[in-house]
C-alpha cells in the first residue's frame, strides 16, 4: 500500500537539484516565500545548462553557436523584461493567449514572463488582478507543463478563493497526476501556496477545490522525491533529503492540521445532513491524501540521515525532530474524525471503503494505533455492516479484509481494546456473524483487486486469537457460539493445505483454537447438556479428531502448531479419551520418531497429559513408547537442547507415577540408559566448566534431579515396590 519510489537519474541531477533549494527560509511562511526565493532572482537558465554533458560533447560547432546566440537573446529579453511595466507584461501574455503546442524556445520565453509577473502579483490585492488573471486564463490549454505550473502558481500567490481558486486547483492537479513534473514542484513555491489555497476552501461550500486540491496533494505525497541512496563508509543508507521531499513540505505548511479541520467541518455537517455529491467526493480525496501522507517515510523518520554537506541551521536535528512530532501528533487527531466518517458513510461503501483504507494505514502506526484502540468496538460495529450493505460478497471483501487488519494490529497491542471488544455484546455478535458468513462461502472467491475469503477469513480469526490473549476474554471466548462450530468449519475445508493462502489461513485459525483452548476450562463434571451449542466446548471432541487427522499427516507444515493445541486440549479428560479413540498413541509415536525437533517436543507435551491416565500407558507400552521417551532424553542432553530433555523427564515421570514395578514398566537396560543420561545432563562442571548454567538448564535440572533419584531409591532397594507421590511434575 505503499507507494514505491522512483529513484533518481544521476548524481548530478541530485546535485543540481540540491543547489536550487539553499536559499534559507525557501519554504518557510508564506510572506517570506517570494522574498527569499532564487525565482525572484533567477533568469532563465540557458540551454547550455538543460543539456546534459555527455550530450553536448557531440554537438556540433555551428550547432553550439546557435545555442549560445539564442541563450544571449534570452538573457536580453530578460532584461528588457525587468524593466517592462505590468500591463506591457500582460499584453506580452494574451499575444500567447489560446495557446496549445509550443517549442522550446516558446516555452523559455513564456517563462521568463511568468516569472517577472510572479514576483510582482505576489499577494497583491490591486483593482488589475482580474486583468492578471484574464490573461493567464488564455494558456491554460497550453501543453507545456511547466507553463501551466507557473500559471498555478501565480493565481494561488494572489490569494484567490471561488471559482478561481478552484480553477488553479484543477491546473495543479493536472501537472502533478504525472510523476516526470515531480522536479518542477521541487523548484517551485507550488506546495506552500496549494496549502494556503486549500486553507481558504471550505469542503463544503468550496467542494471541488477540495477535490482537486486533495487530488493533487495525494500524487504528490505518494512520490518518493525526496529520497535517494548514498553510501556512508560502504554501507547503503537512505538520504531523505527532508527540505527537498514534496511531503515534508506540504507538512511543514500546515496540511495535517487543515486536513484535521476538515474533516472536522464535514463531520459537523454530515452529522445532521446526509453527505452526498462534492463534499463527499472530497471526503474521498481528503481521506485520500491523508493516507498518502501518512505512509510516506519522509514524514516520519525524515531526519535519518543527513550529510555534512546538506546541514542547516534552519533544518538541524532538533527542528526536524519537532516538525515530525507535530506532523505525527496531527496525524493522531485524524484517527477518531476518520472512523466517525466512516461510520456516517455506511451507506457510501466506496467512499466509506477509501476511509478504512485510510485508517489501515494508520494502523501501523503505534500512537495511531493507541487512537484506534479506543474506538476497537466501534470498528466491530462496522464490521458487522459491512455484509448487510453490500449487493454481493465480492464487494464487501476490500473492506473487511482492511478492517480486519486494523483490528488485528489493535488487538496485538492493547489489552484495554481486547476487554472493550468483548464487554460489548454488538461488537463481539458482529464479528462472529461476519466470520460465519464468510465461512460458509466458497473459499476460491476473490475480488477484481486481488481480496479473497480467505484473506478476509486469516484476518477475521486473528483478531479472535489476539483478543484471547486475555485470560478473561479468552475464557469468555470459548464459551461463546458460534465459535466452536465456525473454527471447526474451517479446520476441515483447511486442512489439507494447498496454497499459500490456505496455509496461512490454517495457522491462524490453530493460534486462535490454541489461546480458546488455554482458557478453556470445564469441571470433569460438566455435561454436553450444560454447553453452548456451537461453542468451543461443545464442539472440542469433533476439533480434537480434526486436529488428530492434521497431526497424522506427515507433510503438513503446521503439525508442529496442532501438537499445541492438543497439549492444551488433552488436560481434560473427555478429550484425552477422544484422541485415544482417535489412534492418537500411534499418532504420537510418528511424531516423536520424526525428524523435526519442534514436532517431537510438542507432541512429548501432548503425551505428558496422556500418561496422567492409567488407561494410556498399557498402550505407550505396547508402542514401545519407553524406548522411545529414553532416546528422546538422550537427543535432548547430547544437543544440549533443555526444552527437549526435560519434557522428556515429565513425560518418564507421569508414567512412572504411581507404578508399583518400576524394573517391570522400564526394564533394567532402559533404566540404566535414562540414568546414565540424566547423570550426564547434571554434571554441572562438564557441560559449563565453571561459567553460569542457562536459564533453560536451571529448569531443566530440577526435574531430572527429582527422576534420577527416584529411579536410583528405587533401585537400590533391590527393585521392591517404589510408591512415589501422586504429585505430577
Same mark, same amino acid.
Given at each position: 500500500?505503499?507507494?514505491?519510489?522512483?529513484?533518481?537519474?544521476?548524481?548530478?541531477?541530485?546535485?543540481?537539484?540540491?543547489?536550487?533549494?539553499?536559499?534559507?527560509?525557501?519554504?518557510?511562511?508564506?510572506?517570506?516565500?517570494?522574498?527569499?526565493?532564487?525565482?525572484?532572482?533567477?533568469?532563465?537558465?540557458?540551454?547550455?545548462?538543460?543539456?546534459?554533458?555527455?550530450?553536448?560533447?557531440?554537438?556540433?560547432?555551428?550547432?553550439?553557436?546557435?545555442?549560445?546566440?539564442?541563450?544571449?537573446?534570452?538573457?536580453?529579453?530578460?532584461?528588457?523584461?525587468?524593466?517592462?511595466?505590468?500591463?506591457?507584461?500582460?499584453?506580452?501574455?494574451?499575444?500567447?493567449?489560446?495557446?496549445?503546442?509550443?517549442?522550446?524556445?516558446?516555452?523559455?520565453?513564456?517563462?521568463?514572463?511568468?516569472?517577472?509577473?510572479?514576483?510582482?502579483?505576489?499577494?497583491?490585492?490591486?483593482?488589475?488582478?482580474?486583468?492578471?488573471?484574464?490573461?493567464?486564463?488564455?494558456?491554460?490549454?497550453?501543453?507545456?507543463?511547466?507553463?501551466?505550473?507557473?500559471?498555478?502558481?501565480?493565481?494561488?500567490?494572489?490569494?484567490?478563493?471561488?471559482?478561481?481558486?478552484?480553477?488553479?486547483?484543477?491546473?495543479?492537479?493536472?501537472?502533478?497526476?504525472?510523476?516526470?513534473?515531480?522536479?518542477?514542484?521541487?523548484?517551485?513555491?507550488?506546495?506552500?501556496?496549494?496549502?494556503?489555497?486549500?486553507?481558504?476552501?471550505?469542503?463544503?461550500?468550496?467542494?471541488?477545490?477540495?477535490?482537486?486540491?486533495?487530488?493533487?496533494?495525494?500524487? +504528490?505525497?505518494?512520490? %518518493?522525491?525526496?529520497?535517494? @541512496?548514498? #553510501?556512508? $563508509?560502504?554501507?547503503? !543508507?537512505?538520504? &531523505?533529503?527532508? =527540505?527537498?521531499?514534496?511531503?515534508?513540505?506540504?507538512?511543514?505548511?500546515?496540511?495535517?492540521?487543515?486536513?484535521?479541520?476538515?474533516?472536522?467541518?464535514?463531520?459537523?455537517?454530515?452529522?445532521?445532513?446526509?453527505?452526498?455529491?462534492?463534499?463527499?467526493?472530497? +471526503?474521498?480525496?481528503? %481521506?485520500?491524501?491523508?493516507? @498518502?501522507? #501518512?505512509? $510516506?517515510?519522509?514524514? !516520519?523518520?525524515? &531526519?535519518?540521515? =543527513?550529510?555534512?554537506?546538506?546541514?542547516?541551521?534552519?533544518?538541524?536535528?532538533?527542528?526536524?525532530?519537532?516538525?515530525?512530532?507535530?506532523?505525527?501528533?496531527?496525524?493522531?487527531?485524524?484517527?477518531?474524525?476518520?472512523?466517525?466518517?466512516?461510520?456516517?458513510?455506511?451507506?457510501?461503501?466506496?467512499?466509506?471503503?477509501?476511509?478504512?483504507?485510510?485508517?489501515?494505514?494508520?494502523?501501523?502506526?503505534?500512537?495511531?494505533?493507541?487512537?484506534?484502540?479506543?474506538?476497537?468496538?466501534?470498528?466491530?460495529?462496522?464490521?458487522?455492516?459491512?455484509?448487510?450493505?453490500?449487493?454481493?460478497?465480492?464487494?464487501?471483501?476490500?473492506?473487511?479484509?482492511?478492517?480486519?487488519?486494523?483490528?488485528?494490529?489493535?488487538?496485538?497491542?492493547?489489552?484495554?481494546?481486547?476487554?472493550?471488544?468483548?464487554?460489548?455484546?454488538?461488537?463481539?455478535?458482529?464479528?462472529?456473524?461476519?466470520?460465519?458468513?464468510?465461512?460458509?462461502?466458497?473459499?476460491?472467491?476473490?475480488?477484481?483487486?486481488?481480496?479473497?475469503?480467505?484473506?478476509?477469513?486469516?484476518?477475521?480469526?486473528?483478531?479472535?486469537?489476539?483478543?484471547?490473549?486475555?485470560?478473561?476474554?479468552?475464557?469468555?471466548?470459548?464459551?461463546?457460539?458460534?465459535?466452536?462450530?465456525?473454527?471447526?468449519?474451517?479446520?476441515?475445508?483447511?486442512?489439507?493445505?494447498?496454497?499459500?493462502?490456505?496455509?496461512?489461513?490454517?495457522?491462524?485459525?490453530?493460534?486462535?483454537?490454541?489461546?480458546?483452548?488455554?482458557?478453556?476450562?470445564?469441571?470433569?463434571?460438566?455435561?454436553?447438556?450444560?454447553?453452548?451449542?456451537?461453542?468451543?466446548?461443545?464442539?472440542?471432541?469433533?476439533?480434537?479428531?480434526?486436529?488428530?487427522?492434521?497431526?497424522?499427516?506427515?507433510?503438513?507444515?503446521?503439525?508442529?502448531?496442532?501438537?499445541?493445541?492438543?497439549?492444551?486440549?488433552?488436560?481434560?479428560?473427555?478429550?484425552?479419551?477422544?484422541?485415544?479413540?482417535?489412534?492418537?498413541?500411534?499418532?504420537?509415536?510418528?511424531?516423536?520418531?520424526?525428524?523435526?525437533?519442534?514436532?517431537?517436543?510438542?507432541?512429548?507435551?501432548?503425551?505428558?497429559?496422556?500418561?496422567?491416565?492409567?488407561?494410556?500407558?498399557?498402550?505407550?507400552?505396547?508402542?514401545?513408547?519407553?524406548?522411545?521417551?529414553?532416546?528422546?532424553?538422550?537427543?535432548?542432553?547430547?544437543?544440549?537442547?533443555?526444552?527437549?530433555?526435560?519434557?522428556?523427564?515429565?513425560?518418564?515421570?507421569?508414567?512412572?507415577?504411581?507404578?508399583?514395578?518400576?524394573?517391570?514398566?522400564?526394564?533394567?537396560?532402559?533404566?540404566?540408559?535414562?540414568?546414565?543420561?540424566?547423570?550426564?545432563?547434571?554434571?554441572?562442571?562438564?557441560?559449563?566448566?565453571?561459567?553460569?548454567?542457562?536459564?533453560?538448564?536451571?529448569?531443566?535440572?530440577?526435574?531430572?534431579?527429582?527422576?534420577?533419584?527416584?529411579?536410583?531409591?528405587?533401585?537400590?532397594?533391590?527393585?521392591?515396590?517404589?510408591?512415589?507421590?501422586?504429585?505430577?511434575?
Amino acid at each position: 500500500m505503499r507507494i514505491t519510489d522512483y529513484e533518481l537519474q544521476d548524481g548530478k541531477s541530485l546535485k543540481q537539484s540540491k543547489k536550487s533549494i539553499e536559499p534559507p527560509a525557501t519554504h518557510g511562511a508564506v510572506n517570506s516565500i517570494v522574498k527569499n526565493h532564487p525565482l525572484k532572482r533567477r533568469q532563465v537558465q540557458s540551454f547550455d545548462e538543460k543539456i546534459p554533458t555527455a550530450i553536448s560533447i557531440t554537438v556540433s560547432a555551428d550547432r553550439k553557436n546557435a545555442l549560445e546566440d539564442q541563450s544571449k537573446l534570452l538573457r536580453r529579453s530578460n532584461d528588457l523584461l525587468l524593466q517592462s511595466s505590468t500591463e506591457s507584461l500582460l499584453e506580452m501574455l494574451k499575444a500567447y493567449s489560446g495557446l496549445k503546442e509550443c517549442d522550446e524556445s516558446t516555452v523559455a520565453h513564456l517563462s521568463a514572463i511568468l516569472h517577472e509577473l510572479y514576483v510582482r502579483v505576489k499577494d497583491s490585492k490591486g483593482s488589475w488582478r482580474g486583468a492578471v488573471l484574464g490573461a493567464l486564463y488564455g494558456l491554460v490549454e497550453a501543453s507545456s507543463s511547466k507553463i501551466l505550473l507557473l500559471v498555478a502558481s501565480i493565481v494561488l500567490a494572489m490569494n484567490v478563493t471561488g471559482s478561481n481558486l478552484t480553477g488553479a486547483c484543477k491546473l495543479v492537479f493536472k501537472i502533478a497526476r504525472n510523476e516526470n513534473n515531480d522536479n518542477l514542484f521541487i523548484d517551485s513555491d507550488v506546495p506552500e501556496l496549494l496549502v494556503d489555497g486549500l486553507g481558504r476552501a471550505s469542503p463544503i461550500d468550496d467542494s471541488e477545490a477540495c477535490i482537486y486540491g486533495y487530488g493533487a496533494v495525494r500524487f +504528490l505525497t505518494g512520490s %518518493s522525491n525526496g529520497s535517494n @541512496t548514498v #553510501a556512508i $563508509n560502504g554501507a547503503e !543508507v537512505v538520504d &531523505h533529503l527532508p =527540505q527537498r521531499s514534496l511531503a515534508v513540505r506540504l507538512a511543514k505548511q500546515g496540511l495535517c492540521q487543515l486536513m484535521v479541520l476538515h474533516l472536522k467541518m464535514i463531520n459537523e455537517i454530515a452529522s445532521t445532513t446526509q453527505l452526498s455529491g462534492s463534499p463527499l467526493h472530497a +471526503l474521498f480525496q481528503l %481521506s485520500g491524501a491523508l493516507r @498518502t501522507l #501518512a505512509g $510516506n517515510r519522509s514524514i !516520519v523518520g525524515s &531526519h535519518v540521515c =543527513q550529510l555534512p554537506d546538506q546541514q542547516h541551521p534552519l533544518t538541524n536535528h532538533t527542528t526536524l525532530q519537532e516538525d515530525e512530532d507535530h506532523a505525527i501528533a496531527q496525524i493522531e487527531q485524524a484517527v477518531p474524525l476518520l472512523v466517525r466518517a466512516a461510520e456516517m458513510c455506511i451507506k457510501e461503501p466506496e467512499v466509506q471503503a477509501n476511509i478504512i483504507r485510510t485508517l489501515s494505514v494508520l494502523s501501523e502506526r503505534p500512537e495511531c494505533c493507541e487512537r484506534l484502540a479506543v474506538a476497537a468496538s466501534r470498528l466491530g460495529i462496522l464490521l458487522g455492516s459491512i455484509t448487510q450493505t453490500c449487493q454481493t460478497v465480492e464487494k464487501g471483501l476490500a473492506t473487511c479484509n482492511r478492517l480486519g487488519y486494523i483490528l488485528g494490529n489493535v488487538m496485538s497491542r492493547w489489552d484495554t481494546a481486547r476487554i472493550q471488544f468483548y464487554c460489548c455484546d454488538v461488537s463481539c455478535d458482529a464479528l462472529l456473524a461476519t466470520l460465519e458468513y464468510y465461512a460458509n462461502k466458497s473459499f476460491t472467491t476473490r475480488n477484481q483487486m486481488g481480496d479473497s475469503i480467505v484473506q478476509v477469513l486469516t484476518k477475521l480469526i486473528r483478531i479472535v486469537a489476539n483478543m484471547c490473549v486475555n485470560a478473561d476474554v479468552g475464557y469468555g471466548m470459548s464459551k461463546r457460539s458460534p465459535l466452536g462450530e465456525i473454527l471447526l468449519n474451517i479446520l476441515l475445508k483447511v486442512k489439507d493445505t494447498k496454497t499459500t493462502e490456505l496455509e496461512e489461513l490454517l495457522f491462524a485459525t490453530l493460534g486462535a483454537l490454541h489461546n480458546l483452548s488455554y482458557y478453556y476450562e470445564p469441571s470433569e463434571s460438566e455435561g454436553t447438556g450444560h454447553l453452548r451449542a456451537g461453542s468451543i466446548g461443545e464442539r472440542m471432541k469433533d476439533i480434537c479428531g480434526t486436529l488428530c487427522v492434521i497431526l497424522n499427516s506427515d507433510h503438513n507444515p503446521a503439525r508442529s502448531e496442532v501438537a499445541r493445541v492438543l497439549g492444551n486440549m488433552t488436560r481434560n479428560t473427555t478429550i484425552r479419551q477422544t484422541f485415544c479413540e482417535e489412534n492418537g498413541m500411534k499418532i504420537l509415536k510418528r511424531c516423536l520418531t520424526s525428524k523435526h525437533d519442534e514436532l517431537m517436543v510438542t507432541s512429548c507435551g501432548v503425551l505428558v497429559n496422556m500418561l496422567g491416565d492409567w488407561s494410556s500407558r498399557v498402550p505407550f507400552r505396547e508402542i514401545d513408547g519407553p524406548i522411545i521417551l529414553r532416546r528422546l532424553l538422550q537427543k535432548g542432553v547430547t544437543n544440549r537442547d533443555w526444552i527437549m530433555a526435560g519434557i522428556a523427564c515429565q513425560a518418564v515421570w507421569n508414567y512412572l507415577i504411581d507404578t508399583s514395578d518400576i524394573l517391570t514398566v522400564l526394564g533394567q537396560t532402559e533404566i540404566d540408559l535414562i540414568c546414565g543420561a540424566l547423570a550426564e545432563g547434571l554434571d554441572e562442571d562438564s557441560l559449563f566448566d565453571g561459567k553460569e548454567p542457562d536459564n533453560f538448564w536451571e529448569d531443566f535440572a530440577p526435574v531430572a534431579t527429582d527422576l534420577l533419584e527416584r529411579l536410583q531409591i528405587c533401585m537400590s532397594n533391590g527393585n521392591s515396590p517404589c510408591q512415589s507421590s501422586d504429585e505430577e511434575i
